[in-house]
T-cell receptor, first 113, second 115 residues
């Protein structure tokens, strides 16, 4: 079975400051990793994913995440946040050839002006 | 961009009653899912559905739950006799193919409140 731990339930951050959201996973089989974002009153949207290849993956809105196999981590970072980044962020894994997402508990990011 | 739509956005039901949550997946998608999130807890997988049958289900998905694709567009989750602990946000998702390569697209959810 897989499990995902997001170490921070809430992260307050000032606008234009950097942010890092931590995600660690546990699995006995190979997994693929995802970050989803949930804006207020909306569903989950895929932010970025790691399947293979370069361990650093980027999204179109400036987020990046780095897969670290030895530390079983997939932390999400953004060098400069905007007010519009206020949302809840979920890390998730899926096992190879699987179709069931296993989610972390979520990290609520509140960007302050 | 095509979306997964869920209705209703909020459903209030008396304990013991049956409830049906409805979803319209993205039209060319072949895999369908239900997840739920109890307030303050993680998003949990309930069931996946492909080719008109359940392909995987969690231990949560007991005999009280059923899923159906009654026509070419809708995908429903039925809870036969609701309990207080069924109160949660229920998310429907769909994907074009097997999910590690074809990401799951989620609807905005249905908040189910059992009284």
């Amino acid at each position: 079975a897989q499990s995902v731990t997001q170490l921070d339930s809430q992260v307050p951050v000032f606008e234009e400051a950097p942010v890092e959201l931590r995600c660690n996973y546990s699995s006995s089989v190979s997994v693929y990793l995802f970050w989803y974002v949930q804006y207020p009153n909306q569903g989950l949207q895929l932010l970025l994913k790691y399947l293979s290849g370069s361990t650093l993956v980027e999204s179109i809105n400036g987020f990046e995440a780095e897969f670290n196999k030895s530390q079983t981590s997939f932390h999400l970072r953004k060098p400069s946040v905007h007010i519009s980044d206020t949302a809840e962020y979920f890390c998730a894994v899926i096992k190879a050839a699987g179709n069931k997402l296993t989610f972390g508990g979520g990290t609520r990011v509140l960007v302050k002006p | 961009e095509p979306e997964v739509t869920q209705t209703p956005s909020h459903q209030v039901t008396q304990m013991g009653q049956e409830v049906i949550l409805r979803c319209v997946p993205i039209s060319n998608h072949l895999y369908f899912y239900w997840y739920r999130q109890i307030l303050g807890q993680k998003v949990e997988f309930l069931v996946s559905f492909y080719n008109n049958e359940i392909s995987e289900k969690s231990e949560i998905f007991d005999d009280q739950f059923s899923v159906e694709r009654p026509d070419g567009s809708n995908f429903t989750l039925k809870i036969r006799s609701t309990k207080l602990e069924d109160s949660a946000m229920y998310f429907c998702a769909s994907s074009e193919g097997i999910s590690y390569n074809q990401p799951q697209h989620f609807g905005d959810g249905t908040r189910l409140s059992i009284l």
